[in-house]
Structures are given as C-alpha cells and as structure tokens.
C-alpha cells in the first residue's frame, strides 16, 4: 500500500516537473522570436497607423498642417544703381525685412491610385500678412535689380543680330534701365506691369522661343491662393512599403523633369513631409522643390535634441550647391552654364531667365559670389539650409528652409543696356520659412521609443523566466541528490569493517538484526563490567530505518533496581 502511494505521488511530481518544463521552453522561445521580429512587428503597427489613406491618423495633418507657417522674406536695397557702369565700383546692398507672412497650406485634387500605393495633388497655399511679425510696411519702396529686362536680353543673348535687335530697340523705346523702384508689395503678391511683357504677349514674332506665363511680374505673383503653379504631384502612400511614404513618384505626370541632364532630372526624393525611416548617422535625404526643378540633397551633420526628441539634423553643405567642381556627380545640374560652387543654375526651369538659387547671402558658396557686391555676411545661424528628422519614423521636428534668388547680369552682344558692364550674380531677395514641432505633437511622438524599448524589455523578460523555469527541475534535482548525499554522508554505521548508510539497509529486521550482531560482538570482545548492558542509567541508542520504525541498538533500558 505505502508503495502505491508513493509511486502516484512521485508521478504527479514528475507531470507537474514536466508541464513546467514545457511551459518554461514555450516562454522562453517567445521571447526570442518577439525579440528577433518586434522591429518588424512595430513596423508592421505604424505601417497601418501612418501610411496615407482617407481614414488614417495622419491624413488629416498630411492635408492640412494643423498649424500656421510663416514666411520671412528679405530684399536687397541697392544704393549706388547710378554706379553699375563704373568697373571699380561694386554694387552696394542693403538688407531689409523681414516681411512676415503667415502661409496657410492646403492639398487639393486629390486622386488615390492604389494600383501602384501612390496618390496624386495639388498645392493651394493662401497668405496673410503679418505686420506685427514685420519689421516695415508693403508700403516700403526700394531700388532692385530690372528683373523683366534682364531676362528679355537673357533671352536673346543666342538670338540671331536681326532678331536681337528687336529687343534692344523695345528696351530704348520703352526706357527701360538697369534698376526699378518698386513697393514690396509690388515686387511679392502683387505684381506690377511692365511694357516688355505686354509687348512679348502682343506680339507673337518671336515665336515659341519666348514664353510669358505671367501678365504681370512679381517674385510671388499668382502664388497666393493657386494650385497651379507648383504642378502636380504623385508621392507613395507607403501602403505597400512604409519606407516610400511620402517618397515623390512623379511630378506634372513625369518621373524626369527633363530640365536637367541624365540622373540630375529624375524626380526622387521627399515632397517634404515625410523622410525614410530608420535613419542612420551618416545618411542623407534629400526633398525635392518644384520651383528649381530639382532635388536637393541633405546631408547628416549631427544629433540634437528637439522638444525631448532625439533628431538628425541634416543640413544644405557645399555638395548641395555644388556644380561639379568639388563633386564630379553634379556636373549634369550645370545647366549648360557651369559656375563655381555655391549657385544653382535653374535657367531652364524658369522659363529661360538667368535664375541662379543659393543660400542666403551665398551660404556655404564660394567666396567669388560674396565678392562680387557689398553687404553680405553669411553665417550659419541665419543663413544655414536644415531639416532635423526623427529617425526611426522620418517626421520632420523642425525645418528651416532658406533660399535666395540670384540673377546673372553679364555683358550682351547687342543689346545696348548690357554693354560695358561687369559679371555679376546680383542677390535679390531671399525667404526663409522655419517650422518647429508643437509640444503636444512631441508628446505623441514620444511614445514610440517607449514602445520599442517595452517591446525589446517584454521579450528579454519572456526569455529569462522561460530559461528559469526550464532549468527549475533539473537544477531542483541536482541539490536534491547533493542534500540527500550529505545526509547519508553523516549518518553512516560501520559493519565489517566498512561505513554502511543507514539507507542501505532493506528493512527494519535487517537493522535489528545488525544492531543484535553489534551487541553480541561487543559483549564478547569487551569485560562484563565494561558491557553496556552493566552500565546504569544507559539509555537505548535509537536508528530509524528508511521505514520510520524505531529499533533498539543496545537495550531497552535496565533500571538500577533489576538484577541479573
């Protein structure tokens, strides 16, 4: 009967000591599948939460930024235009502004092509002006450069004599001069007429060779509230593959602007709200500007901290605004007219106006362009080109996009207004439109890194407790037997010679039985008086044996008064 019980009971210890053993390996194999693909489950969580659809999280701010930008544009006071004609004198320039406009943007006609995860819009933006954010009125006049006739002579500088003339006749007729006076309103929003462009759009003479998109001329015109002067667009929704997100497609329904040459053409790039994931220290990006034709690349320059957020920044360097001369991969942006490093030449792309873009006050350029006039002093603090992404989910943090515009003034062949002057990429106006993350944007953001490092801490959990509990039963086992080593050890009773643990006796007869033989060997070897049967007040020596009974080793006790 003891046996039966103890054989049931030594079987529910062995199914309990298995279960936990499968259990324990079942955990600890979760986590290390959890810790392999949790990036990729993460993934797969903002894949649906972030990829661009009517009904996702992030389409409402893709649509309509839930916050206001604004627009700070500068221009170039040029003092001494009486002087241009004198070769030792440099124009003189004088900064003005901020003229501050808050920019409401907006996307219209908007088109989902699922078959390739893309969809296709429109810019709209509206603006406002800020005065309290201005420093001067719309009212403000200053003397620039003649954009309109500069880019009339540009035009036909590769004219044929005949045809040439023409246009030089129009510049005398209609006086035109080397510089005009203007409000700021004029030179922005608002436009202002100009003869040669009624002359260009009246008479068709000159053919498909000029191109007058606009009736009046303005750096800003028919940009305020219009979806068609940035063209349309196709990026990826990231439906398919959350690392295109946002990655441009197409634009006006090509994937090569044609403006440019080869590789340089290819329309690539951000559209400017989103940036591939993951990023690396060492990357680049790049985002692509419709008003230049192109994309310009942006290179990783260091990690910052933005609202409790880490960031890479990366930054517009030489290589942004290089022509080839300090990166031979760029030589295909010259454009025809290849130029020292820190200009970009988007002639073609402005309709055939010598339009040169930079950054403010030729930032990162070379210093032949600051040479060239009087007031520039480039900086990095307000003048650097800058994108600060987070990059495990490509989100901008914070944006400063700065620009300036450059026309090239030269001498032309013909064209008496162009004769006798220096070479010159004259500054005109430049803009710069700074966002920074809101707090409470930054707070949502801030859970993911939680998330990924609960995920990670979920599965290193998994795995320890999955590893202890497979290795709980033979390590019980192990100090089991080491305990019951120790306790046979101690517990020891010599026979023949030789130590016999008690555990080695069969039963309680075979110890009785020993004990007898003890007895018996120790009255015959030792005198009556030593015999511990003689001994008084001798209590019994007490063994159990394996099975609990209790047994006498010597006597069962002799009292003072008994006799022999």
Request: with cysteine; glycine share 8%; hydrophobic share 35%.
């Amino acid at each position: 009967m003891p046996t039966t019980q103890n054989s049931a009971m030594w079987g529910q210890k062995s199914n309990r000591k298995l279960i936990i053993g499968i259990f324990g390996f079942c955990l600890g194999l979760f986590g290390i599948l959890c810790g392999m693909f949790w990036l990729d489950l993460f993934d797969w969580i903002m894949q649906k939460e972030m990829a661009l659809a009517p009904d996702t999280r992030v389409y409402d701010n893709w649509k309509s930024p839930p916050m206001d930008l604004s627009l700070d544009i500068y221009l170039y006071n040029w003092t001494n235009p009486e002087e241009f004609g004198n070769l030792s004198t440099k124009p003189i320039l004088e900064q003005v502004g901020p003229y501050r406009f808050t920019e409401r943007p907006d996307k219209v006609d908007i088109h989902w092509h699922p078959e390739n995860a893309s969809v296709s819009y429109r810019r709209r933006s509206l603006f406002y002006f800020d005065a309290e954010g201005s420093n001067g009125s719309l009212d403000d006049e200053i003397t620039t450069l003649n954009a309109v006739a500069l880019s009339a002579a540009a035009t036909a500088k590769h004219w044929p004599a005949v045809k040439r003339s023409f246009v030089d006749v129009g510049l005398k007729m209609y006086g035109a001069e080397m510089s005009v006076q203007k409000t700021i309103d004029e030179l922005l929003f608002t436009g202002y007429n100009d003869a040669m462009i009624d002359v260009a759009i009246a008479m068709p003479i000159f053919g498909d060779e000029v191109k007058v998109p606009f009736d009046k001329f303005g750096w800003f015109y028919t940009r305020n509230g219009s979806a068609d002067l940035t063209g349309v667009f196709n990026v990826f929704t990231g439906a398919d593959q959350l690392a295109k997100l946002g990655q441009m497609h197409s634009w006006n329904y090509q994937e090569n602007t044609g403006f440019f040459d080869s590789y340089c053409g290819m329309t690539n790039g951000s559209a400017g709200e989103f940036q591939p994931q993951h990023l690396k220290p060492g990357d680049s990006v790049g985002l692509f500007t419709p008003d230049m034709c192109r994309t310009i690349p942006l290179d990783y320059v260091e990690t910052m901290d933005v609202e409790g957020l880490e960031g890479y920044k990366f930054s517009g360097g030489p290589r942004s605004v290089d022509n080839g001369t300090q990166y031979p991969e760029n030589l295909c942006y010259c454009g025809g007219e290849c130029v020292p490093s820190g200009v970009m030449n988007i002639s073609s792309c402005r309709f055939g106006s010598p339009v040169f873009m930079s950054y403010p006050h030729f930032f990162n350029g070379d210093p032949y362009f600051v040479d060239q006039v009087e007031g520039l002093s480039p900086n990095q603090q307000d003048h650097e080109f800058y994108m600060v992404v987070q990059p495990s989910t490509g989100i901008p943090l914070e944006v400063a996009a700065r620009f300036q515009v450059n026309m090239l003034v030269e001498p032309i062949q013909g064209i008496s207004l162009y004769t006798d002057i220096p070479r010159i990429f004259f500054p005109l106006i430049w803009f710069e439109q700074k966002v920074r993350i809101t707090p409470e944007m930054a707070d949502q953001l801030k859970v993911l890194p939680i998330v990924m490092l609960s995920g990670q801490i979920f599965a290193g959990i998994c795995l320890l407790v999955g590893i202890t509990l497979l290795c709980w039963t033979p390590v019980q086992s192990l100090l089991a037997t080491c305990r019951h080593r120790r306790y046979d050890l101690s517990t020891k009773t010599k026979t023949n010679g030789q130590y016999k643990s008690r555990s080695q006796f069969s039963s309680a007869e075979e110890l009785k039985s020993k004990a007898s033989t003890l007895v018996c060997e120790k009255s015959v070897k030792g005198s009556p008086d030593s015999s511990p049967l003689l001994e008084k007040g001798r209590k019994p020596m007490i063994i159990k044996s394996q099975t609990g009974e209790s047994v006498a080793t010597a006597s069962t006790g002799i009292s003072d008064n008994k006799q022999d």
